[in-house]
């Protein structure tokens, strides 16, 4: 029986086990998927221990993505360029690291809105942890002019840096400029959700009207930014097919079947 899990601290809200539950369940596959709340201090032995473990992978989630980044030397493209690790398998008895948000955040707009790999500019508001498999995942599909808007101006620079010149630092208040002439508007921020009240949704008026946006968070499922989208009419993709999709090179990493996102999928996991 092959055994995979999810690990992060704490674990509880972890949608994971039933999307992969789903898939075992759905394929007929005898195998396990655990959520493991592991703490901080034990994380590092856990990744110690993993090849022995009896486990074939499993994915890891806050707080534990930058350390298992910094523990295991080999490392996909993905994590690479993100600079945090989500998906764990071992090869030939190594463990290795890998990053399947960017492939996620891509594989959910192929879904909806295929057209979004014609736009050459976006604007990504944020600039987290999340943004980076986002900004990764734009320059992947062509885009060739990346603004990055964050409140901390500084971080938004670093990032910059470190994604290179089709990348571009900006101040919070200048999206509502920045969107004149943008293709593709991400939400990564926490903006719109609680505790955000001080930072307004931006005016998304000057968006021309064939642009697409998208938020990353998908509870709700039609955020604050893509309800105002929506209200002017816009193409709106939002961010549960992200989740689905991150899930799929994991499965079939450990499960050998690479297994399908579907309706029947995204209604259980609304309903969870
Ligand atoms: P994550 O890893 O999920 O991206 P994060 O690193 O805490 O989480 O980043 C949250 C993002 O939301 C950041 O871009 C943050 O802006 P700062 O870098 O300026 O902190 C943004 N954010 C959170 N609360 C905000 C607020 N009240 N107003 C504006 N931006 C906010």
Same mark, same amino acid.
């Given at each position: 029986?092959?055994?995979?899990?999810?690990?992060?601290?704490?674990?509880?809200?972890?949608?994971?086990?039933?999307?992969?539950?789903?898939?075992?369940?759905?394929?007929?596959?005898?195998?396990?998927?655990?959520?493991?709340?592991?703490?901080?201090?034990?994380?590092?032995?856990?990744?110690?221990?993993?090849?022995?473990?009896?486990?074939?992978?499993?994915?890891?989630?806050?707080?534990?993505?930058?350390?298992?980044?910094?523990?295991?030397?080999?490392?996909?493209? /993905?994590?690479?360029?993100?600079?945090?690790?989500?998906?764990?398998? %071992? =090869?030939?008895?190594? *463990? +290795?690291?890998? $990053?399947?948000?960017?492939?996620?955040?891509?594989?959910?707009?192929?879904?909806?809105?295929?057209?979004?790999?014609?736009?050459?500019?976006?604007?990504?508001?944020?600039?987290?942890?999340?943004?980076?498999?986002?900004?990764?995942?734009?320059?992947?599909?062509?885009?060739?002019?990346?603004?990055?808007?964050?409140?901390?101006?500084?971080?938004?620079?670093?990032?910059?840096?470190?994604?290179?010149?089709?990348?571009?630092?900006?101040?919070?208040?200048?999206?509502?400029?920045?969107?004149?002439?943008?293709?593709?508007?991400?939400?990564?921020?926490?903006?719109?959700?609680?505790?955000?009240?001080?930072?307004?949704?931006?005016?998304?008026?000057?968006?021309? /009207?064939?642009?697409?946006?998208?938020?990353?968070?998908?509870?709700? %499922? =039609?955020?604050?930014? *893509? +309800?105002?989208? $929506?209200?002017?009419?816009?193409?709106?993709?939002?961010?549960?097919?992200?989740?689905?999709?991150?899930?799929?090179?994991?499965?079939?990493?450990?499960?050998?079947?690479?297994?399908?996102?579907?309706?029947?999928?995204?209604?259980?996991?609304?309903?969870?």
């Amino acid at each position: 029986m092959t055994r995979a899990f999810v690990t992060g601290w704490p674990i509880t809200h972890s949608k994971s086990p039933v999307l992969h539950g789903f898939w075992l369940n759905k394929y007929g596959i005898k195998g396990t998927y655990e959520a493991l709340g592991i703490e901080p201090e034990n994380f590092v032995q856990f990744l110690d221990d993993l090849p022995k473990s009896g486990f074939a992978g499993g994915n890891v989630t806050i707080p534990h993505k930058e350390v298992a980044f910094d523990t295991i030397p080999d490392r996909d493209e /993905a994590a690479e360029m993100i600079g945090a690790v989500n998906t764990l398998w %071992l =090869e030939g008895g190594k *463990l +290795k690291g890998g $990053n399947t948000d960017a492939y996620g955040f891509s594989a959910n707009l192929d879904d909806y809105a295929p057209q979004w790999r014609q736009g050459k500019i976006a604007t990504v508001m944020g600039a987290g942890g999340a943004s980076r498999a986002i900004i990764y995942a734009l320059l992947n599909a062509g885009f060739t002019d990346v603004r990055i808007a964050n409140r901390t101006v500084r971080r938004a620079q670093s990032l910059a840096d470190r994604f290179g010149e089709a990348c571009s630092a900006h101040p919070w208040s200048a999206i509502e400029e920045l969107t004149q002439d943008t293709d593709f508007l991400v939400n990564t921020s926490s903006v719109g959700m609680a505790g955000t009240e001080d930072t307004p949704i931006p005016d998304l008026r000057n968006l021309a /009207a064939e642009a697409l946006v998208t938020d990353i968070v998908y509870t709700p %499922l =039609e955020t604050p930014i *893509l +309800k105002a989208a $929506n209200d002017q009419g816009l193409t709106t993709v939002d961010g549960l097919g992200m989740l689905l999709h991150q899930a799929v090179p994991g499965f079939e990493k450990w499960f050998g079947i690479r297994p399908e996102v579907t309706d029947d999928l995204r209604n259980t996991i609304l309903g969870a």
